[in-house]
């Protein structure tokens, strides 16, 4: 018996019908959103302790009307003489598969952009993250069109099901493994994707650097969310001189950020499951460690940790860490650095550190894409914050070749608006 089927006809006959088309509708289901975020703040909090992300709805209300709009179009010779125009259509039925490591975020930004673009939506949560699985499925549904949004659950068997199924969009969040499953039923049906995946990124630390800076912006991002976020660094690559400067920089920022017993820290997040938890302790096995290195099977606890005399051929560097665990691979230069990377899968993104303009230039030309083209990550700070925000990780390249294309209104609501 097929779970999914009733489900997927409601919603598509609700698509068709055009109840989703209409500007009003579409504004009724993004201000349900608003309201599902304010009333349930601390629901939220307590299942998942993180930034809300609010801002996302009011930017699509905002700018709703605008996105909706024709736009004039380019004529040629066959059609010199007519009137050229393009309209955003909504695709119809769009699915989003959600991963564990930012349930919340990672469902309401593509979410926003499906709604805006008058979309019916499928919301698969994950079934790791459970509490915030439980709240979705049982809370949003209520502050939505329930003909038009549905809350399907369950683990990789049901969603090999769902996948069966012919859905005009797909978006995906998770592992390069579980995305060419994604895409590999996408195709059947040629269904197009959003794909958002992870990579092994590399830093590269130049000698001119600053070590104390580089660490407290490195520690931020290695550790936060117990380094469980796929754009994080994964491994440094610099000199033996910049690892001898980096340690207890490394060291000191650790300290300064969780404490003399990271255990106790409210700022240090835990690993999401046990399976995950004996995964990353396996690591710790790699190199020697450093920095950290301790552990709690109970606590799904794992330190801040930097890894050191790291060959290349160990598990460590093999795969994606996903965890508070970070590598330091000696290289002589930048030119062995680049040469190190391109030997590898190419990264999601790639944060670098040193001086002169001409040295970013130099190693953003001779990575191949999809590296290029780079875009600078921007400084933002957080009020009230002394660490560095999210996306204060310049320059940077980030690679193109991990996804298709990004989740982030508007760019959110384009691919999921045929334009015709």
């Not at 820290?265 to 190199?287: D, E, T």
């Not at 598990?315 to 290289?331: H, R, T, W």
Request: net charge neutral; hydrophobic share 40%.
């Amino acid at each position: 018996m097929d779970p999914f089927k009733d489900t997927l006809r409601r919603l598509q006959e609700a698509f068709n019908s055009g109840r989703t088309r209409p500007a009003e509708f579409r504004a009724v289901q993004l201000q349900g959103l608003g309201r599902f975020l304010q009333e349930n703040k601390q629901l939220l909090r307590d299942v998942l302790a993180q930034d809300l992300h609010k801002n996302e709805v009011d930017y699509a209300l905002k700018n709703l009307q605008a996105w909706m709009k024709d736009e004039p179009g380019s004529t040629n010779l066959f059609t010199k003489l007519d009137s050229v125009f393009i309209r955003k259509e909504p695709f119809g039925l769009v699915l989003i598969i959600v991963p564990w490591n930012y349930p919340v975020n990672l469902t309401l930004v593509p979410l926003v952009g499906a709604l805006a673009a008058g979309n019916c939506v499928v919301l698969k949560p994950s079934e790791i993250s459970q509490g915030t699985e439980k709240v979705l499925a049982e809370v949003l549904p209520q502050y939505l069109d329930q003909s038009c949004f549905a809350v399907v659950l369950g683990g990789p068997q049901e969603t090999g099901q769902l996948l069966e199924h012919k859905f005009d969009y797909i978006f995906f969040t998770g592992s390069p493994r579980v995305g060419k499953i994604v895409m590999t039923a996408a195709a059947k049906h040629l269904t197009p994707v959003t794909l958002e995946l992870g990579g092994k990124n590399p830093c590269y630390v130049d000698d001119n650097c600053d070590p104390q800076t580089v660490a407290n912006r490195v520690a931020w991002f290695r550790y936060f969310n117990a380094g469980q976020t796929c754009v994080a660094p994964d491994y440094i690559l610099c000199s033996p001189e910049m690892q001898e400067r980096l340690l207890p920089a490394l060291q000191s920022t650790i300290t300064r950020f969780y404490g003399d017993d990271p255990q106790s820290s409210p700022n240090l997040g835990r690993i999401i499951n046990q399976k995950q938890f004996q995964r990353l302790r396996a690591l710790l096995g790699c190199g020697r460690v450093a920095i950290g290195g301790q552990s709690d099977e109970s606590d799904r606890y794992i330190a801040p940790t930097v890894l050191v005399d790291v060959q290349e051929t160990e598990p460590v560097m093999q795969e994606e860490i996903f965890g508070p665990i970070l590598p330091i691979v000696n290289v002589r230069s930048m030119d062995e650095a680049i040469e190190f990377i391109n030997r590898r899968e190419k990264p999601l993104a790639l944060p670098q550190w040193d001086g002169p303009v001409p040295r970013q230039v130099h190693l953003r030309h001779l990575l191949p894409p999809p590296h290029l083209p780079a875009r600078p990550l921007r400084p933002r700070e957080v009020k009230g914050d002394p660490l560095p925000a999210l996306y204060r990780l310049e320059p940077a390249a980030v690679t193109l070749g991990h996804g298709l294309p990004e989740l982030h209104p508007p760019v959110s609501v384009l691919p999921t608006s045929n334009e015709t």
